[in-house]
C-alpha cells in the first residue's frame, strides 16, 4: 500500500508563488511516473502536470504552462510542484498521485494512488 501525502498548500495573493512537495511511502517511487492533479469546488479533477520516473520529460496543462515546474528527488521519494505567478483560477484542492504504468499520465484514469490534497487558495 503507497501512501501519498502534500504538503505546501496556503493562502497567497495573485502573482505569488507556492511550493508543494508530495513524498511517497514505499521503496517504489523511483519506478513510477506520478502527477499532479486539482479540484475547484464545483468542477470535476483536473490534470496540472506530470513526470516520468526519471524526471527526463515533463507535461504540463496549457493553463500552467510557463509558471509552475514539476520536479522529483527520488533519492528522497518526493515529487514537487513549484507555482510562480499565481492567479485566482489556480484556487484548488491539489492533489499528487502516482501513475499507472501504461496509462495516459494526463488523465485520472492514468492513476492509481493518490494524496488527501493540500489547498491552495490565491486572493485577487
Known amino acids: 500500500q503507497v501512501q501519498l501525502v502534500e504538503s505546501g498548500g496556503g493562502l497567497v495573493q495573485a502573482g505569488g508563488s507556492l511550493t508543494l512537495s508530495c513524498t511517497a511511502s514505499g521503496r517504489t517511487f523511483s519506478i513510477y511516473a506520478m502527477g499532479w492533479f486539482r479540484q475547484a469546488p464545483g468542477e470535476e479533477r483536473e490534470f496540472v502536470a506530470s513526470i516520468t520516473r526519471g524526471g527526463g520529460s515533463t507535461f504540463y496543462a496549457d493553463s500552467v504552462k510557463g509558471r509552475f515546474t514539476i520536479s522529483r528527488d527520488n533519492a528522497k521519494n518526493t515529487m514537487f510542484l513549484q507555482m510562480n505567478t499565481l492567479k485566482p483560477e489556480d484556487t484548488a484542492v491539489y492533489y499528487c498521485?502516482?501513475?499507472?504504468?501504461?496509462?495516459?499520465?494526463?488523465?485520472?484514469?492514468?492513476?492509481?494512488?493518490w494524496g488527501q490534497g493540500t489547498q491552495v487558495t490565491v486572493s485577487s
Open positions: 498521485a502516482r501513475s499507472r504504468p501504461g496509462y495516459s499520465l494526463t488523465s485520472t484514469t492514468g492513476y492509481d494512488y
